[in-house]
């Protein structure tokens, strides 16, 4: 689904989850996804998109809801790195310390994030001050071996955020070489075990995840929409991999009765992506709104 948005700050769309009234606590997503070395805008010649994105229109969007509201989480769903010239120059270390002056709160390791190999995400690693999360991507022995984290876990406004991260089956994406060492494990049984570590072990009041796995396919491949109709417990996905503009988010009904939100937002940055949640007292969901914007 395309989004059809204008410039700056646009695409409210209100929908409750529960019924229930506005008050309590008010917690701001925002989220990237799959920005390929994007750092300045498309070309004004661009066939698609042109004179859209850039980094610094992003930072700008970035302060301006962080002043219109402290508790918030900016979170990336992977594939940072691959697609311009930065890329090739600066093999990633760029997009990390841009996203580090950014504030972001966690980033999912995408396929492309191997294109360097394991030793080549290692050497750019320390320039992000933000956790590289994944659950499904085991690096124990690798470089990147207690570096990337299984979650994470944020305190906002009273709630505590449970975040985890899923990357695709390296089958047909990322060449054995570059990937040495990872074991990748299926994601629902990760899923699974993920949602209940941070529900019953650290209490969390909300479960994020992080996901490169891909919106929806017409095969047997698990995607964002799989895991929120299969895994109880999960209230947002934040998708990539398939660059997939969704105009709205998606709501899933789980085995539970109760649903899970799936976002995402296309590619190359030309989307921040906003949700807000509501809390109640009881720190339960109640509502929430979307405000994504369209960056150009």
Same mark, same amino acid.
């Given at each position: 689904?395309? @989004?059809?948005?204008?410039?700056?700050?646009?695409?409210?769309?209100?929908? !409750?989850?529960?019924? +229930?009234?506005?008050? /309590?606590? =008010?917690?701001?997503? @925002?989220?990237?996804?799959?920005?390929? /070395?994007?750092?300045?805008?498309?070309?004004?010649?661009?066939?698609? $998109?042109?004179?859209?994105?850039?980094?610094?229109?992003?930072? *700008?969007?970035?302060?301006?809801?962080?002043?219109? %509201?402290? %508790?918030?989480?900016?979170?990336?769903?992977?594939?940072?790195?691959?697609? *311009?010239? $930065?890329?090739?120059?600066?093999?990633?270390?760029?997009?990390?310390?841009?996203?580090?002056? @950014?504030?972001?709160?966690?980033?999912?390791?995408?396929?492309?994030?191997?294109?360097?190999?394991?030793?080549?995400?290692?050497? #750019?690693?320390?320039?992000?001050?933000?956790?590289? #999360? !994944?659950? %499904?991507?085991?690096?124990?022995?690798?470089?990147?071996?207690?570096?990337?984290?299984?979650?994470?876990?944020?305190?906002?406004?009273?709630?505590?955020?449970?975040?985890?991260?899923?990357?695709?089956?390296?089958? %047909?994406?990322? !060449?054995?070489?570059?990937?040495?060492?990872?074991?990748? *494990?299926?994601?629902?049984?990760?899923?699974?075990?993920?949602?209940?570590?941070?529900?019953?072990?650290?209490?969390? &009041?909300?479960?994020?995840?992080?996901?490169?796995?891909?919106?929806?396919?017409?095969?047997?491949?698990?995607?964002?929409?799989?895991?929120?109709?299969?895994?109880? +417990?999960? &209230?947002?996905?934040? /998708?990539?991999? *398939?660059?997939?503009?969704? &105009?709205?988010?998606?709501?899933?009904?789980?085995?539970? +009765?109760?649903?899970? #939100?799936?976002?995402?937002?296309?590619?190359? +940055?030309?989307?921040?992506? =906003?949700? &807000?949640?509501?809390?109640?007292?009881?720190?339960?969901?109640?509502?929430?709104?979307? @405000?994504?914007? =369209?960056?150009?």
């Amino acid at each position: 689904m395309v @989004m059809g948005l204008g410039a700056g700050l646009t695409g409210y769309f209100p929908w !409750s989850l529960q019924a +229930g009234r506005r008050d /309590g606590i =008010r917690l701001t997503i @925002m989220h990237t996804n799959d920005t390929h /070395g994007r750092i300045d805008p498309f070309p004004g010649d661009a066939p698609e $998109y042109a004179g859209m994105g850039g980094v610094a229109r992003r930072s *700008t969007l970035i302060r301006q809801v962080r002043d219109e %509201n402290p %508790n918030c989480l900016l979170l990336d769903a992977g594939d940072v790195f691959q697609g *311009t010239p $930065y890329f090739n120059e600066y093999n990633g270390a760029l997009d990390f310390r841009i996203m580090s002056r @950014m504030g972001y709160d966690a980033c999912n390791i995408g396929n492309h994030e191997f294109d360097n190999g394991v030793q080549g995400l290692r050497n #750019v690693a320390d320039h992000a001050t933000f956790p590289l #999360v !994944s659950s %499904n991507y085991n690096f124990a022995n690798t470089p990147m071996g207690g570096i990337v984290q299984e979650y994470v876990i944020k305190k906002k406004g009273g709630l505590k955020i449970g975040i985890f991260g899923l990357g695709i089956d390296f089958q %047909n994406l990322v !060449s054995k070489h570059l990937r040495e060492g990872v074991r990748y *494990t299926d994601p629902l049984s990760v899923s699974r075990e993920a949602v209940s570590i941070l529900r019953n072990d650290y209490r969390c &009041d909300m479960v994020i995840c992080l996901s490169h796995l891909g919106f929806e396919y017409s095969d047997s491949r698990i995607s964002d929409r799989v895991i929120a109709g299969e895994v109880d +417990g999960i &209230d947002l996905i934040v /998708g990539g991999h *398939t660059h997939t503009f969704l &105009d709205r988010p998606e709501r899933i009904t789980r085995p539970d +009765g109760r649903n899970t #939100v799936i976002t995402q937002a296309g590619f190359g +940055g030309i989307i921040l992506g =906003r949700i &807000d949640f509501q809390f109640n007292e009881r720190k339960q969901i109640t509502a929430t709104e979307t @405000m994504n914007s =369209r960056i150009g």
